[in-house]
């Protein structure tokens, strides 16, 4: 009995986890058009719903870094609109061409799996250079998954940086990043990455994804210290976890409805309001 409670039970409890407990989150259709300039001054930006990204390596989704993201999500019948807001006191990178290894550096990653079978995903990342790293993924290489980075998608993409890229004698105070995928984009003979899912979604579709971040404060003669982020934690620094993916559903309305994190999720949970 003492040793099948020993494997069972945490079984059990990680297949709960894995099966419920990732955040959702409302993708709201903008009705506005948006510009690509970096900035979400637009008011369907200011109505989305916020994300904070968490620590990737806690599952308890409640633990932050010092240097905070937000990210917000939005979509139309072209594009899926992304924006990241990261703070930073020392931006720096230096990949200024397409598809090199921008995740050595500093970044912010989206990840998207829309039918969530853990197969055929779409990675595209984004540095305070608006550089952009775009890739498509038969599977996660941790399964043998093979990487086609010749997918270079039409993206709009800027960033706004507040401060200066690569001076570490100044003090910044951080960058923001805008980018819309066209939902054409997602369609490639190299990989079936929408699936049987719609392009564009319907209102109530649910698609699968992570966002996250890498950020690394500079130590002169020693490795750097990397902060890395997500939407939804997956244990470990390895952002290639699609069966961790949050659950995005998609919206036929621009309101404002508050975001619940995975940890608001949990607490809720713990404690129902009447
Ligand atoms: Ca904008
Ligand atoms: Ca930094
Ligand atoms: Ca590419």
Known sequence: MGSLCGWLLPLMLALAAGAQERPSYTCWKTS???????????????????IDLVDVRYLSGDRYHTRRTEARILWDARYFYFYFAAADPDIWSTYEQRDLPLYEEEVVEIFIDPDGDGQNYAEVEINPLNTVFDLLLSKPWSQGGKGYDAWNPALLNAVQVNGTVGDAADVDQGWSAEIALPWAELVSPLVDVPGSQLLPPQPGDEWHLNLYRYEQARRSGSKNEVQASAWSPVGKVDFHVPERFGRV??????????PQSWGQAKAAEKSPQP
């Open 32 to 50: 506005q058009p948006l510009v690509i300039d970096g900035k979400a001054d637009e008011p369907a930006w200011q109505d989305a719903s916020p």
């Open 249 to 258: 559903i998609f919206g036929s309305r621009l309101t404002a409805v508050a």
